[in-house]
């Protein structure tokens, strides 16, 4: 399976952005998907996840802010992320899991939010 995400970008602080995560190759194997993110300087974490049922998880930095979603039929997640703050830079990845938790990871796209 791979991922490829989309939709990152520079975004003034309190402004709105939403990326895209499209999974191909042996997509019946797919089970959670979900985002984390690394800022400079701080490890990675958790940001949300969506189960293939469409039960989700985000974090407590960014819930009522950011929602994920997911669409099976395109094998695709998103992540809206509205009220962006100036400590949501950091790179964002797609991950999902195929076999084990969190196995398949994206490449990663760049959100920088302007304060």
């Known amino acids: 399976v791979q991922l490829q995400a989309s939709g990152g970008g520079l975004v003034q602080a309190g402004g709105s952005l939403r990326l895209s995560c499209a999974a191909s190759g042996s997509v019946l194997s797919i089970r959670d998907m979900g985002w984390f993110r690394q800022a400079p300087g701080h490890q990675r974490l958790t940001v949300a996840s969506?189960?293939?049922?469409?039960?989700?998880s985000c974090s407590n930095s960014v819930r009522g802010r950011f929602s994920i979603s997911r669409d099976n039929d395109k094998n695709t997640i998103y992540l809206q992320m509205n009220s962006l703050k100036a400590e949501d830079t950091a790179v964002y990845y797609c991950?999902?899991?195929?076999?084990?938790?969190?196995?398949?990871w994206g490449q990663g796209t760049l959100v920088t939010v302007s304060s």
């Open positions: 991950v999902l899991t195929a076999r084990t938790r969190w196995d398949v």
């Open positions: 969506i189960s293939t049922a469409g039960v989700t």
